[in-house]
């Protein structure tokens, strides 16, 4: 039995993309974000483009760029991607 790698499911690619699209929205280039992950451009493009995988705490440095702690939008796309309620008690 085959199975698909977790890059290619569609909740994962949901969510770069939606990462993408709000790097846009923040008016950042792929170098400006590589530059402060001290990445290269390519490996942003990459990672947009589900040919790389992000790591999770490449993620975490991605969401410090992209100012989570102070951006709603990207708080409620984590969340939601990481089905956690916030709701309960941890």
């Known amino acids: 039995m ?4 977790t890059i ?3 909740d ?6 939606c990462l ?5 929205r923040l008016g950042l ?7 402060q ?3 290269t451009q390519s490996e942003i493009s990459k990672i947009e483009t589900a ?4 790591d999770i705490y490449e993620l975490k440095l991605i969401l410090k760029v992209y100012r989570v702690q102070h951006n709603e939008r990207l708080k409620h796309l984590v969340v939601a991607f990481l089905e ?7």
């Open 2 to 5: 085959s199975r698909t790698k």
């Open 8 to 10: 290619y499911s569609q």
């Open 12 to 17: 994962y690619c949901s969510f770069i993309q």
């Open 20 to 24: 993408c699209e709000e790097r846009k």
């Open 29 to 35: 280039s792929q170098l400006e974000v590589a530059q």
């Open 37 to 39: 992950l001290g990445m």
């Open 51 to 54: 040919e790389r995988r992000v």
């Open 84 to 90: 956690l309620d916030l709701n309960s008690a941890l």
